[in-house]
């Protein structure tokens, strides 16, 4: 049982350029979401999805985009990478509501902009 | 909108020492609450939850919370710490309907030296 499966690892990018960070889960969770870690700040939510075609913004969203065209799969685009966006990511699923409500977290992707 | 602040950023115990770390929210309806641990180089992992009944919650490892709804904290506990829960600590919290939309804390670094 892989858990949520986060691509690349490491990235650098320069100033401008656009990238995906994958993101999928094999465990047919219906809500998943997309993290930023940054030193100090903890982490903040970028977007989240509460299942197949639907997607809202979270607390951080501007400069990324998301889709969810499909229950496994949450990429993460970033449409012009700034050095504000240096930062690890972090996608997250949640198995159902209620009393069960575990987030499981993916490795996390480094990613560094120049 | 929820907050959730860590009083401490940086804790430096012995081994065996009893460690209590703070957390507190600001929402004023129902909240689940939650602590992450990441151990380094390693995603986040869930140490408890509070739904709702005894607010004293256990996790693992032998951490424990208690949830003081007329304090709004819910403080992470353990009698006895050992070298390898050296990491950081998140605290979170979310709405009563659980979507993984997770407010954190700005994370505590606790290290523990042998």
């Known amino acids: 049982n892989a858990g949520v499966t986060q691509t690349p690892k490491f990235q650098v990018l320069k100033t401008g350029q656009s990238m995906t960070l994958q993101c999928a889960q094999d465990m047919n969770h219906e809500y998943m979401s997309w993290y930023r870690q940054d030193p100090g700040m903890g982490l903040r939510l970028i977007h989240y999805s509460v299942g197949a075609g639907i997607t809202d913004q979270g607390e951080v969203p501007n400069g990324y985009n998301v889709s969810r065209s499909t229950t496994e799969d949450f990429p993460l685009r970033l449409l012009s990478a700034a050095p504000s966006q240096t930062s690890v990511y972090f996608c997250a699923s949640l198995r159902g509501q209620g009393l069960t409500g575990e987030l499981f977290f993916g490795e996390g992707s480094r990613l560094t902009v120049l | ?114």
């Open chain 2, 1 to 114: 909108a929820q907050s959730v602040s860590q009083h401490n950023h940086h804790v430096i115990l012995s081994e065996a020492a009893s460690l209590e770390l703070g957390c507190n929210y600001s929402y004023g309806g129902t909240v689940n609450l939650f602590w992450y641990v990441q151990y380094p180089g390693q995603h986040l992992q869930l140490l408890l939850k509070y739904f709702s009944g005894d607010p004293l919650v256990k996790g693992i490892k032998g951490f424990e919370a208690e949830f003081i709804k007329s304090k709004f904290s819910f403080n992470l506990r353990k009698p006895s710490v050992q070298w390898s829960d050296t990491a950081e600590y998140f605290c979170a919290s979310s709405g009563s309907s659980n979507t993984g939309k997770l407010i954190f804390g700005q994370g505590t670094t606790l290290q523990v030296k042998p």
